[in-house]
Antibody, heavy 119, light 109 residues
Framework: EVQLVQSGAEVKKAGESLRIPCQTS????????IGWVRQMPGKGLEWIAI????????RYSPSFQGQVTVSVDKSISTAYLQWSSLKASDTAIYYC????????????WGRGTLVIVSS | QAVVTQEPSLTVSPGGTVTLTCGSN?????????PYWFQQKPGQAPTTLIY???NKQSWTPARFSGSLLGDKAALTLSGAQPEDEGEYYC?????????FGGGTKLTVL
């Protein structure tokens, strides 16, 4: 069974750094693209980026390029989304999701990590 | 970046049929955009209903179907059930990135 496990919540202050994990199991981690999606409070889904764990090939949405960094640790089948300096506007739920083999869309979703950034 | 458009809200009667659409400001939506459809209920993560325009996930109820309708991608719900209430999002592929639509809030009433 494919599983993507995310931490529940993170509370940080503006200017702090943060890295949130997405621990996967139940499939070959290195051969499926994995991505990140933002959902701000009361708003819709926004596609952030995807990464191919085998070679760390990464594609970012222009809206998020330079704002966040995605990475993986193949040894523990975990993907990460990180910020170097959080802003209050980063407050949102962040979902990780595993793509189909084609890499085009998302098939399996994590439950999301709520990131709260206070100013 | 492309803008993907969906109806903000739709209402369907129990047992009725409704079609949600997904358009793009870059031109007609085609199979080359590999349209995806997701359902999200309040307080829950999204779930995938349709991939690559028409294909269903193993867990997708038979009453949902995907297609291209004119210049848009479409999700048709035939025989709506109360549990189908929620938000529905489409996702289109553009070169190396993907863009979500703004979502359609579906009410079964």
């Amino acid at each position: 069974e494919v599983q993507l496990v995310q931490s529940g919540a993170e509370v940080k202050k503006a200017g702090e750094s943060l890295r949130i994990p997405c621990q996967t199991s139940g499939y070959s981690f290195t051969t499926y693209w994995i991505g990140w999606v933002r959902q701000m409070p009361g708003k819709g889904l926004e596609w952030i980026a995807i990464i191919y764990p085998d070679d760390s090939d990464t594609r970012y949405s222009p809206s998020f390029q330079g704002q966040v960094t995605v990475s993986v640790d193949k040894s523990i089948s975990t993907a990460y989304l990180q910020w170097s300096s959080l802003k209050a506007s980063d407050t949102a739920i962040y979902y990780c999701a595993r793509a189909y083999k084609s890499g085009r869309g998302f098939q399996h979703w994590g439950r999301g990590t709520l990131v709260i950034v206070s100013s | 970046q492309a803008v993907v458009t969906q109806e903000p809200s739709l209402t369907v009667s129990p047992g009725g049929t409704v079609t949600l659409t997904c358009g793009s400001n870059t031109g007609p939506v085609t199979s080359g955009h590999y349209p995806y459809w997701f359902q999200q209920k309040p307080g829950q993560a999204p779930t995938t209903l349709i991939y690559d325009t028409t294909n269903k996930q193993s867990w997708t109820p038979a009453r949902f179907s995907g297609s291209l309708l004119g210049d848009k991608a479409a999700l048709t719900l035939s025989g709506a059930q109360p549990e189908d209430e929620g938000e529905y999002y489409c996702l289109l592929a553009f070169s190396g990135t993907r863009v979500f639509g703004g979502g359609t809030k579906l009410t079964v009433l």
